[in-house]
């Protein structure tokens, strides 16, 4: 089938800012989609035309599109459709042969504009529809971000994490309605905020990160300092949590399964390390459960994903993994045997173990299936009377197993 989707952006100057391609397309539409701000700000162009704001959910807006395949059609979205856009779920449900894209400058790019931020030096992050902690992942010193929000109200809540992570005198700028004629610009900091009410609602947010005095700022390297955590005692402590997630190899996109994971520290770490990650842990505790979603928040990814489960019987259901670590449960071959199984190949699994049985298991692993057993043993120094001395921590074996 031919091209009979389009989809074109449009920015707060309206038809003013549409090419004349984009023009000629909407005029010939037998029918234009859109939000019910797109559809106004297109104004006498869609007149004669069959025009439906998209409706909720955005499933039953697709269904509708689905119903007018082959029919002249045309869809509307903000800026850059492609970019945290409509755009990217439409491709999940239509052949790129069908449909053209034509884009107008994205809000990123008209904030870049306005801050006068190179943007391939700018993160770029969406907000809008999101959880706003999300945003502690990308704070760091020098870092410039640009946040697509969903209202006034992010702004606030933007603030908040700011604050909480040691940003509170970072400069934020709001930028309302970037590209029309209601364009407005308003300057504050993280610890000193205007009324929402003066904020529009229609807005991209700047956050010029500069971190507070006496604020150390967290690596996005493995390895954080366990009191980056909240915990019971029971985690995998820094320096084995570090070459826990070297021996996992953590890569963009895929998908990690934590068993046992209590506070979440290997699962939130894996999270941290990439793009696009995903991580489900199990873990029957309750509070210990709390402790992980907490935790998961605090350190910017809300989206970890957390079962009640108990593993190899919770196991079953789950997307296939990546990787897998066992740091609970070690003792049980059922369980380190159903993670085996629920690799592909080149996936990862990494086990840890403290009690002699589970390090009976895992030799015989090792010696069945191959890859690197090691036994980790880190001491660290303390007082010994008026002196120092080193005070040995529970030795850890490691199995290490690539599948092939």
């Known amino acids: 089938?031919?091209?009979?989707?389009?989809?074109?952006?449009?920015?707060?100057?309206?038809?003013?800012?549409?090419?004349?391609?984009?023009?000629?397309?909407?005029?010939?539409?037998?029918a234009v989609f859109g939000g019910a701000r797109h559809l106004e700000l297109l104004g006498s162009l869609a007149e004669g035309r069959e025009t439906r704001a998209w409706p909720r959910p955005f499933?039953?807006?697709v269904a509708e599109l689905v119903g007018h395949r082959g029919r002249r059609t045309v869809v509307m979205a903000s800026g850059d459709p492609l970019w945290f856009g409509v755009g990217a779920r439409l491709m999940q449900?239509?052949?790129?042969?069908?449909?053209?894209?034509?884009?107008?400058?994205?809000?990123?790019?008209?904030?870049?504009?306005?801050?006068?931020?190179p943007l391939q030096d700018t993160a770029c992050i969406s907000l809008h529809g999101r959880p706003v902690a999300a945003l502690a992942l990308h704070l760091s010193p020098g870092a410039r971000l640009l946040c697509l929000t969903s209202d006034a109200r992010t702004i606030d809540d933007a603030a908040a994490v700011l604050r909480a992570n040691g940003y509170g005198d970072s400069p934020m700028t709001v930028l309302g309605h970037l590209g029309g004629p209601d364009e407005s610009r308003?300057?504050?900091?993280?610890?000193?905020?205007p009324d929402a009410d003066v904020l529009p609602a229609l807005n991209v947010l700047a956050i010029d990160c500069r971190l507070d005095p006496g604020w150390v700022p967290l690596s996005r390297a493995a390895g954080l300092p366990d009191d980056a955590f909240e915990h019971?005692?029971?985690?995998?402590?820094?320096?084995?949590?570090?070459?826990?997630?070297?021996?996992?190899?953590?890569?963009?996109?895929?998908?990690?399964?934590?068993?046992g994971a209590g506070c979440g520290s290997v699962a939130i770490e894996w999270l941290r390390s990439g793009a696009w990650m995903r991580a489900t842990g199990l873990e029957p505790h309750v509070?210990?459960?709390?402790?992980a979603a907490r935790n998961a928040v605090t350190l910017g990814v809300p989206g970890l994903e957390l079962r009640?489960?108990?593993?190899?019987d919770g196991l079953a259901d789950m997307d296939a993994p990546d990787a897998v670590f066992v740091g609970g449960g070690v003792s049980d071959r059922a369980v380190l045997d159903a993670a085996w199984h629920a690799l592909s190949p080149g996936g990862r699994l990494v086990a840890n173990a403290v009690t002699v049985e589970g390090q009976a298991v895992l030799t015989a692993l090792?010696?069945?299936?191959?890859?690197?057993?090691?036994?980790?043993?880190?001491?660290?120094a303390g007082p010994v009377g008026e002196m120092h001395g080193w005070r040995p921590a529970m030795p850890v074996m490691q199995w290490a197993v690539i599948r092939a």
């Open 186 to 193: 308003h300057e504050m900091a993280a610890h000193s905020l």
């Open 308 to 312: 009640a489960d108990t593993a190899p």
């Open 366 to 380: 090792w010696q069945e299936r191959g890859g690197d057993l090691v036994r980790l043993q880190v001491e660290r």
């Open 59 to 61: 499933q039953a807006g």
């Open 1 to 30: 089938m031919s091209v009979w989707l389009h989809v074109i952006g449009i920015g707060e100057d309206g038809v003013d800012g549409l090419s004349a391609a984009a023009r000629s397309l909407i005029g010939d539409a037998e």
């Open 93 to 117: 449900h239509f052949p790129a042969s069908e449909v053209t894209f034509l884009p107008v400058p994205s809000s990123y790019s008209l904030a870049a504009a306005r801050m006068g931020w």
């Open 232 to 259: 019971d005692g029971k985690m995998t402590k820094r320096e084995v949590r570090a070459m826990t997630l070297a021996r996992l190899a953590p890569q963009p996109g895929q998908h990690l399964w934590d068993i």
């Open 287 to 291: 509070e210990r459960r709390a402790m």
